[in-house]
């Protein structure tokens, strides 16, 4: 799907497969810790099904480099009532803490866009916390920051 060269090691982004589970696993755990959240196993579980399976329009794409993984994107495609076409939300996204500043994140990043691009998504979006300036320093360079709050229930 996407190829970045580090430096150090050429990083492949692509769909994942059932064989990257323990991967995708130890990064979706870590990226729920960094926001200090607790998400049940079972619901981990569907999840990975969800995506491994592409169901709902969910797909997960994974970052590897000599066999090993290093971030991860799920993103969700849906319709809109503001548009003819879907929408992609990249619901989540993580690059392992040794593998950050590397140029991982923006490939992912593009991956997902390409993935939107090939789906005809006309808007691709995402949030972040607030206090996430490493993240929003990328997302400054490869998005445009609205000016909606999210609420919740």
């Known amino acids: 799907m996407a190829d970045v060269d580090t430096g150090s090691m050429k990083i492949e982004v692509r769909p994942v497969t059932a064989d990257d589970y323990e991967d995708w696993?130890?990064?979706f755990r870590d990226y729920i810790?960094?926001?200090e959240e607790e998400v049940p196993d079972d619901i981990i579980a569907a999840a990975w099904q969800r995506l491994l399976a592409r169901e709902d329009n969910m797909i997960a794409l994974i970052a590897t480099g000599n066999d090993r993984a290093f971030g991860i994107a799920?993103?969700?495609f849906h319709r809109s009532t503001w548009a003819r076409d879907?929408?992609?939300y990249l619901e989540d996204l993580f690059v392992a803490p040794e593998a950050r500043g590397k140029g991982i994140g923006r490939a992912l990043i593009e991956a997902v866009y390409?993935?939107?691009d090939r789906r005809g998504a006309s808007r691709t979006y995402w949030a972040t916390q607030a206090k996430n300036a490493t993240a929003r320093t990328l997302y400054d360079r490869l998005g445009v920051l609205t000016e909606f709050v999210q609420y919740r229930r």
């Open 25 to 27: 696993l130890r990064l």
């Open 33 to 35: 810790a960094f926001y």
């Open 74 to 76: 799920n993103l969700v």
């Open 86 to 88: 879907w929408y992609c």
């Open 114 to 116: 390409a993935e939107a």
